[in-house]
């Protein structure tokens, strides 16, 4: 097991070395220069606000302070808001879309589970096809598209909802449930095939044999085996909320982290699009990385498999 | 007088795929009676496996269509709702079946899975109660350490220990019957001996019946006492072991048995087989199944299903060959 | 009461076969006619299949159909809603939102089917190359393919747009940086399976060299899978593609792909929703039916559901 998670481990950071390496040369690959979009500025001042930001030295030492800012935490200031460093701005707004993002998912698993379990369990009936029209919906439109569906609908026409901003509960849901869509029908979808394959199990045959009641066949037998392949779908998911968020959050004005990363981008403010990117690639591959942890943990099979492939 | 446990008369089973109806088992009758060892041997597809499912509805509830009695202490089972079943199986009525690999709950303690069965019939009982009875048949079923054992998990036994696991989970609750559906096919074959003599062990000390489902010849020859040979969904032959050895009537079971390789052939003389195959029973069928492959088969045999004739004591043959008709002449 | 030496005497062979013929087993059928059949018998693949002809065929043909082109303005008639003038009204500047949705659907079906092509070619040979040669080589394939996989697709995407620029090249470009990972992994996958087989251990014991063996055996035999995640991965390039549009990373004006329009149509949703209506709409029914189809070729072209 610990071969296993040493792998998962180093994987993790070749990654993020190779986000952060990726993320910095691309953006110094910029033509132009960060500071000359707006207005025209005077030659020593510019030369000055090279010199402050560390802009005059060659590109391996700032690569090298970048790393190393990195590795200590600090990603730099911003070059757009004066006085402003990327850690602040996603200090400020990460718990915003973390808090968004945790609704997403709780919504998303437990009605995806629930939708996928009704739809397994009356196989080719209609509540099978029922849920699976809808599952197939929320995939195919696309988050940002409900999204303004909703608000079109919800607040706008018929007032039943706020129409943006954020701060009381009812502000939450419109965004939540757009951003919960998605994964909700893919997990409707991945419980539906697993469960449909794990009653077709031979033990599940061997249960009902020794008398046990339709329940306890599903609790206790068929629901485990079934859940965990979506386990290992909670790291995509974790990715598909966290992009998700860009547009909602652009959509219902949340001052999310979201947000700020939209903004950096149609401002092209580099650190904090360099910043965001690397703190939200490390998010992500945690959640991929805890994800594989728990299911080593879950799964009696693993342990036994990785010691016969010898990994 | 040896008691009846079970009287199936008249069961049929169909299974309905994409708008055709396959129709498995065909209007058989047979009985189980206390303390004996029954088995139902055929080629894939005779409708053996669907027969044993039938006794205690394992067939796929809503693509199978099931009619006839199957008469236990009185009842019918084939009344009953699925509540009622779920009392049956495993307390009166146990099964094992083919493959322990996958027929052992990769994810749950073997333990726990034999508890399981205990504790869904007596619901009052202790969890060490329940324990203890589990440890217990781990034991009789030939299991040594069965402390630890009852701690492991499937993939950690081999293959003879995870059916002889599966034997304690259907004999926990000390059914009556017990429904063996190809229980050594997929072991290799000194395990399959070893096996054979636990149930037969078994058997002698709980008097427990078994119905036992298999292809393989020699099986029957080892364990049964009596056997039927079904083809196509039907009843071929049934009888004792060692009459239907010694003078097999039906045409069928005499090539089955022509056809089991002997160590003093020659390696020259090509192997036995029956030529053709058997008919794709979603159509309907006029006349006796293996017909079309037999080699005594006349006018009559094309057109009408031939009843069992009781040859000899206690020996039925499906076959219009024995019709007393014949012996007229 | 037939007689009975009539009835008791022998069959011969003819007389069996003709009774007995219609009970014989039905003929195999080749693997791709009853994956076809399956495919037809599915009802919401078919209208995924039909939906996405009729899309195709108005992104040739639409632009035609109306008198404006997709750049002219009218700006004394902005904003205004579907009309038996404009169809599906105008935008802010005035322009036919008919004719610009198809122009959008030309950019959007392009962007996407092309970036899948890509990733299709690469993928397979990837994943080819991997799955034939084994040993360390594949080893370590799969692992740069690990890295690069764990890494966030759009995040990449996004900050590759923000270099290049925007453009249907580049877009096209970055979606293929990343996309073919997954067509990689399902191509090595079912390799590996079909190597196992006989008939391809028996190819290579006749002398096929590797390539006339991937060529002629195991690629045809992985289409099933290829067709499959092919028609599933276009519509996450629309999609990837709509959503870089809406944050503003799209084609340039004049030129629109239902992303862009859909960007531009969000501040005036409240007012003039029809700018936002009909290229989401048409997003969504793009997806959507590529995801039943691909669902239906997936049902159509697996083994365990053969009767």
Redesign the interface.
């Known amino acids: 097991m610990t071969q296993y998670l040493a792998k998962k481990a180093a ?2 950071i ?2 993020l070395f ?2 952060t390496t ?2 910095f040369f ?2 110094h ?2 033509p132009g220069d960060p500071f000359v979009q707006d207005k025209a500025i005077p030659e020593e001042i510019l030369k000055a606000l090279h010199k402050h930001y560390g802009l005059d030295q060659p590109l391996y030492i700032q690569y090298g302070k970048y790393l190393d800012g990195v590795l200590h935490f600090e990603l730099g200031p911003s070059f757009k808001y004066e006085g402003r460093t990327v850690n602040e701005i996603i200090a400020d707004g990460f718990p915003v879309s973390f808090y968004l993002g945790m609704e997403a998912l709780i919504i998303a698993v437990f009605g995806g589970i629930v939708l996928g379990s009704i739809a397994a369990l009356n196989h080719m009936r209609w509540q099978d096809h029922m849920t699976m ?1 809808i599952a ?2 929320g ?4 988050s ?2 409900l999204a ?2 909703l ?2 609908l919800l607040a ?1 026409k018929l007032d039943l909802l706020p129409v943006a901003r954020w701060g009381t509960f009812s502000q939450t849901i419109m965004p939540a449930i757009s951003l919960a869509a998605l994964p909700m029908a893919f997990i409707a979808r991945l419980t539906r095939a697993n469960m449909v394959e794990v009653m077709q ?3 599940i ?9 339709s329940f ?1 066949i599903v609790v ?2 068929a629901i ?2 079934a859940l965990m392949p979506v386990v290992t779908y909670l790291g995509p998911l974790t ?1 598909a909320v ?2 998700g968020s ?2 909602i959050e ?2 219902f004005g949340i001052p999310g982290l979201g947000q700020w990363f ?1 903004t950096s ?2 401002n ?1 403010d580099y650190t904090v ?1 360099m910043g965001t ?1 690397i703190f ?2 490390a998010i ?2 945690l959640c ?1 990385f805890i994800v594989d942890l728990l299911y080593c943990l879950i ?3 693993i342990q ?1 498999k990785q010691e016969i492939d010898g990994r | 007088m040896t008691k009846k446990l079970l009287d199936v008369r008249g069961l049929n089973v169909k299974f309905l795929t994409q708008g055709k109806s396959l129709h498995a088992v065909r209007g058989i009758d047979f009985s189980i009676f206390e303390g004996e060892t029954l088995g139902i041997v055929g080629e894939s597809g005779c409708g053996k496996s669907a027969t044993a499912k039938a006794l205690v509805q394992l067939n796929p509830r809503y693509s199978s269509e099931l009619s006839g009695e199957i008469l236990y202490q009185g009842n019918n089972l084939l009344t009953y709702s699925e509540k009622k079943m779920q009392l049956i199986r495993g307390k009166e009525i146990g099964m094992i079946f083919q493959d322990p690999m996958t027929s052992l709950n990769p994810t749950i303690k073997i333990g726990h899975q034999i508890m399981e069965g205990y504790l869904r019939h007596y619901p009052n009982a202790s969890r060490k109660v329940a324990r203890q009875i589990a440890l217990e048949t781990l034991e009789k079923v030939g299991i040594s350490h069965p402390e630890e054992r009852f701690e492991s998990y499937p993939h950690t036994f081999s293959g003879g220990m995870r059916q002889r696991a599966m034997i304690a989970l259907a004999l926990a609750c000390k059914p009556h019957i017990l429904l063996a559906d190809e229980p050594t096919t997929a072991l290799d074959v000194t395990i399959q001996a070893q096996i054979l003599d636990l149930l037969k062990q078994i058997q002698k000390e709980t008097k427990t019946s078994i119905l036992l489902i298999t292809h393989d010849l020699s099986v029957v020859a080892k364990m049964c006492d009596r056997v039927i040979i079904m083809y196509a969904g039907k009843i071929a032959e049934q009888g004792n072991v060692d009459d239907i050895f010694e003078a097999p009537q039906h045409p069928y079971t005499q090539r089955l048995l022509l056809s089991i390789p002997r160590l003093n052939q020659s390696k020259n003389e090509p192997l036995f087989t029956i030529e053709g195959t058997p008919p794709n029973l979603s159509y309907p069928l006029a006349g006796c199944a293996f017909c079309a492959r037999c080699h005594h088969a006349m006018r009559i045999c094309a057109n009408h299903q031939p009843p069992l004739f009781e040859t000899r004591p206690n020996h039925f043959t499906a076959c219009f060959n024995h019709d007393p008709r014949l012996k007229n002449d | 009461m037939e007689d009975k030496t009539y009835l008791f005497s022998p069959l011969s062979q003819a007389e069996k076969e003709a009774a007995f013929e219609h009970t014989a087993y039905a003929p195999q059928v080749s693997y791709w006619k009853d994956a076809w059949v399956r495919l037809k018998q599915n009802k919401p693949a078919l209208f995924g299949l039909t939906t996405l002809i009729l899309l195709i065929f108005m992104a040739i043909i639409g632009p035609f159909l109306s008198q404006y082109t997709y750049y002219e303005t009218h700006l004394s008639l902005k904003n205004d809603p579907p009309s038996s003038a404009f169809w599906f009204g105008t935008d802010e500047l005035g322009r036919d939102l008919f004719t610009r949705c198809w122009w959008g659907a030309r950019i959007s079906l392009f962007v996407g089917i092309s970036a899948s092509l890509i990733d299709l070619v690469i993928g397979v040979f990837f994943g080819a190359v991997a799955g034939l040669l084994g040993g360390k080589i594949e080893e370590w394939m799969m692992r740069f393919a690990d890295v690069l996989y764990a890494i966030p697709y759009l995040l990449v995407v996004i900050l590759l747009m923000v270099v290049i620029g925007s453009g249907i090249l580049t877009i096209i470009l970055a979606l293929t940086i990343t996309g073919w990972i997954n067509m990689a992994r399902i191509v090595r996958s079912q390799i590996l399976q079909i190597k196992q087989q006989d008939y391809v251990r028996a190819a290579f014991a006749l002398g096929a060299s590797r390539r006339r063996v991937l060529l002629q055996h195991l690629i045809p035999n992985a289409m099933g899978p290829i067709i499959v995640t092919l028609t599933l991965t276009i519509p996450s390039a629309i999609f990837a593609e709509a959503f870089l549009s809406f944050l503003g990373l799209g084609v340039q004006a004049p030129i629109a792909s239902w992303g862009t329009m859909a960007n531009d149509g969000l501040p005036a949703l409240r007012y003039y929703p029809w700018r936002l209506f009909f290229p989401a709409t048409f997003i969504s029914l793009t997806m959507l039916s590529f995801n039943l189809l691909g669902d239906g070729l997936r049902d159509a072209f697996d083994p365990r559901l053969k009767k």
């Open positions: 994987i993790l070749g990654s190779l986000v990726l993320t691309l953006m690959s910029i029209i197939v919906i995939i195919s439109v696309p940002f598209i303004t569906f608000q079109y706008m199990q031979d033990y045959q061997t249960a009902k044999s020794k008398g046990l009641n306890q206790r037998h485990r085996n990715a966290m992009t860009f547009a652009k959509i939209v981008i149609t092209r699009i990117t939200y690639s992500l591959m991929v799964d009696p099979r036994l």
